[in-house]
């Protein structure tokens, strides 16, 4: 997977095909970060103390799940590959 800073030139392209490359892999990117932080948060490992409630930071992980879904759903019907650097 990609570095977001890898994703820029992509999110830049005057192909939709590339912007819709990068608006997943930085989802994915983003996704995979809240979850490693839910995950420290659930072992006590964190080294700071969100001010949110934890619920909602799970609420969004899950809609994160769901949006990169329908990402992949559309990037089938589009032709378009999403799994490039993953």
Not at 16 to 37: C, G, P, S, T
Request: hydrophobic share 40%; glycine share 6%; net charge negative.
């Amino acid at each position: 997977m990609a570095y977001i800073g890898e994703t820029i030139e992509l999110m830049c392209s005057d192909d939709y095909k590339d912007r819709m490359l990068a608006e997943y892999q930085q989802l994915v990117i983003r996704k995979d970060a809240l979850e490693n932080l839910l995950i420290k948060w659930e072992k006590g490992e964190l080294n700071f103390t969100p001010k949110c409630p934890k619920e909602m930071l799970v609420k969004q992980f899950e809609l994160m799940k769901e949006y990169a879904e329908v990402l992949r759903q559309r990037g089938a019907i589009e032709g378009v590959d999403l799994y490039l650097g993953e």
